[in-house]
């Protein structure tokens, strides 16, 4: 499968999943935003057309490229639903065990045996987070430089149960 057929969900529509929105839009990929409301998916995406504008402005994309990429995202307030065709998670909500635990079951239980699973965390370690899932070797911490469509870089690391595979993709 081509990268760009790729389905990416971003579970977490708050600064940091609005940032892997705008980076994953931007480079042809199809997303599904994920948060808890209507309201706040709406925000987010003024933020992401602004930030893919400001990418069109500086010449890093180019015109007419901002429309494009803001057309390949699509939104919905259900975990499942952003999870289930997805071919690559990226979790992005708040920075509490609990929550990214119960966040981890809900996507684990919707994805496809492929998926990789990342979490944003900055705080916390996979290994604990990877505990709510029926497969832990396909999860990993997917840390980025802020923000991460302007800084391409971002840190990498499995937990105690992640496959040296997961890690490398």
């Not at 999943?17 to 925000?43: A, H, M, N, P, R």
């Not at 990226?90 to 998926?115: G, T, Y």
């Not at 916390?124 to 990877?130: K, N």
């Not at 302007?150 to 937990?159: F, T, W």
């Amino acid at each position: 499968m081509k990268k760009n057929s790729w389905r990416i969900a971003c579970v977490g529509a708050g600064l940091i999943g609005q940032g892997w929105t705008t980076l994953f839009s931007s480079k042809g990929y199809q997303v599904i935003l994920q948060d808890v409301s209507k309201t706040v998916l709406e925000g987010s995406l003024r933020t992401i057309n602004k930030n893919l504008m400001f990418l069109e402005a500086k010449t890093i994309l180019k015109p007419g490229e901002s429309a494009a990429a803001m057309k390949r995202i699509k939104t919905t307030t259900d975990i499942s639903e952003s999870a289930d065709s997805a071919d690559y998670v990226q979790e992005s909500v708040f920075d509490d065990l609990q929550l990214k635990s119960r966040v981890f079951k809900e996507i684990d239980m919707a994805v496809p045996d492929h998926v990789i699973i990342a979490s944003s965390s900055s705080g916390l370690v996979m290994t604990e987070i990877q505990k709510a899932t029926t497969r832990p070797e396909r999860c990993v911490l997917a840390h980025p430089l802020l923000p991460v469509y302007r800084i391409p870089v971002v840190e990498i690391v499995g937990g105690k149960q992640t496959s040296p595979k997961t890690v490398k993709c």
